[in-house]
């Protein structure tokens, strides 16, 4: 999976004269819906050879609206708002170690999280057919994220949080198919990129704990993929 992301986000950086052109007109105005979601559950997870009478269950969902104007023919500017929530729980989870006495046990253990992000991407598209109704798209985004997140136990399991703001520049490659003249579906998935964050710890409303964080993380991200449509104008 990995060298296949790269392989196909090389090429949208290469040249592409090889490629049909005009996939995307200039000044070509698009609208369009993104969003995914994703439903865990601890019954089917038969990898986990290491946790007994594991009863947990945790849900994803993502909406992302987007606006795009292309400034000239397979290049686009755009605006993007994202909102994603993520939930989940673990009724009772008992943990044994092979070759070791130690057990260990987990009960009513919930944990939530929400986050809003913003971003202006730039898009550079690649026609794979002369039709140009297939096309390869390669997104550049400066995103600012926040999130709160938190864990616990029971009623007291929100009580407590992580608040995180985060300033990342990011690399998303994807795929555009026009089912219509003017309605096409789009299929993305994030693979890191540059970052700087922000987390502040709070108990009982005041903060406790503060940190700084940055880097460089590239790898595919569950929680940026995503299906959508979009109208052209």
Not at 73 to 81: A, P, S, Y
Not at 146 to 166: F, N, P
Not at 196 to 211: D, E, F, M
């Amino acid at each position: 999976m990995k060298k296949l992301l790269c392989t196909l986000t090389l090429a949208l950086l290469l040249p592409c004269a090889v490629f049909a052109e005009g996939f995307m007109p200039k000044k070509a105005v698009s609208l369009g819906f993104q969003g995914s979601y994703f439903d865990l559950s601890g019954s089917n997870a038969s990898v986990m050879l290491l946790l007994e009478q594991l009863n947990a269950r945790g849900t994803y969902f993502s909406v992302a609206p987007y606006l795009s104007w292309c400034y000239k023919t397979d290049r686009c500017i755009g605006l993007k708002l994202k909102y994603s929530n993520a939930t989940g729980g673990i009724a009772s989870l008992d943990l044994n170690l092979p070759g070791s006495d130690m057990e260990m046990g987990v009960q009513d253990l919930q944990a939530a999280s929400n986050s809003f992000v913003g971003e202006l991407f730039h898009r550079s598209y690649m026609g794979l057919d002369d039709k140009n109704r297939f096309g390869l798209f390669l997104d550049l985004a400066l995103q600012y994220q926040q999130t709160s997140s938190s864990l616990g136990k029971g009623a007291d399991s929100r009580s407590d949080y992580t608040l995180t703001r985060m300033a990342k520049l990011a690399a998303r490659p994807g795929l555009e198919v026009f089912v219509m003249n003017n309605v096409s579906s789009t299929v993305s998935i994030g693979i890191g990129g540059l970052y700087v964050s922000g987390s502040s710890i709070y108990q009982g409303g005041a903060v406790r704990g503060q940190k700084i964080s940055s880097g460089a993380r590239f790898q595919p991200d569950i929680t940026d993929i995503s299906m959508g449509i979009a109208v052209h104008f």
